[in-house]
């Protein structure tokens, strides 16, 4: 006896299901790896940079837009806040509507240097995409979509079903 627990078959769906996932995880490890050495040439992190990037596409956000836009968790966004702030790329400036609340701002010189290296970062984006065609990009979007939207209402189910 070897002591392996006994082997449970996946159905078809099952393996369908787990190959997709697999596959997406590395597909985007992949492109993440390219894009992370592309910002890590201008000394930023990928999360420095994507903070960055949404100051510079939407303009003064309130730290919990912030965080919602960019997907990191409350203390990271502090965190990366206090790093980019050392940095001299972002400012905090008070909400005169609520005394609880800041904004994070790019500084002069957080703007130029997006403004520097943001057109060649979007080249690289579209060089390591280039894999699939726009029209296939296209298809990806949308699938990708779709299913994102399915995990959320199946994620909201389970914590409806467990409560």
Do not use: N
């Amino acid at each position: 006896m070897t002591g392996t627990a006994p082997q449970t078959r996946a159905t078809g769906a099952q393996e369908v299901a787990l190959k997709l996932w697999v596959v997406l995880a590395r597909a985007h490890a992949s492109v993440s790896r390219h894009l992370e050495l592309d910002v890590a040439r201008h000394g930023l992190t990928g999360t420095e940079f994507g903070i960055l990037e949404a100051l510079y596409h939407k303009g003064p956000l309130l730290l919990g837009s912030l965080q919602r836009e960019t997907l990191i968790s409350s203390g990271g966004v502090t965190y990366v806040m206090d790093r980019l702030v050392a940095k001299g790329l972002v400012a905090r400036q008070d909400c005169p509507d609520d005394r609880r609340a800041r904004y994070a701002v790019l500084t002069p010189a957080g703007a130029a240097l997006m403004a520097r290296i943001f057109p060649e970062h979007a080249r690289r984006i579209e060089e390591v995409l280039a894999g699939l065609t726009t029209a296939e990009q296209g298809q990806a979007i949308a699938l990708l979509r779709t299913l994102g939207l399915a995990a959320v209402g199946t994620q909201e189910s389970t914590v409806t079903d467990a409560a």
